[in-house]
């Protein structure tokens, strides 16, 4: 079986954007917009919650999954983080 997710990249592209990580913000609703494949170790998703959007990494871990997220931006500028995300030009 083939995945139907996409990948991110093992490693950032020269020039790329290195982005922030921090935990997990409580609270609001959280509804996916996107994910990668859960094929691989970790697991992106493009989130949106109060009418902002950010990315969450999900490392599966064996004991507890770990979950960091970036900042959030407005829901435009979130995506542009996101395809950026998955040519390897942030990480």
């Given at each position: 079986?083939?995945?139907?997710?996409?990948?991110?990249?093992?490693?950032?592209?020269?020039?790329?954007?290195?982005?922030?990580?921090?935990?997990?913000?409580?609270?609001?609703?959280?509804?996916?917009?996107?994910?990668?494949?859960?094929?691989?170790?970790?697991?992106?998703?493009?989130?949106?919650?109060?009418?902002?959007?950010?990315?969450?990494?999900?490392?599966?871990?064996?004991?507890?999954?770990?979950?960091?997220?970036?900042?959030?931006w407005p829901i435009a500028r979130a995506r542009?983080?996101?395809?950026?995300?998955?040519?390897?030009?942030?990480?």
């Open positions: 079986m083939s995945c139907v997710s996409p990948h991110v990249p093992d490693r950032r592209q020269p020039g790329g954007k290195k982005l922030a990580w921090f935990g997990p913000s409580d609270g609001a609703r959280v509804r996916v917009l996107a994910w990668t494949c859960d094929c691989l170790a970790t697991v992106y998703e493009l989130c949106q919650a109060g009418g902002q959007g950010f990315i969450r990494r999900t490392l599966q871990n064996e004991d507890a999954p770990e979950i960091r997220e970036t900042h959030r542009e983080v996101w395809a950026a995300l998955l040519t390897g030009m942030a990480r």
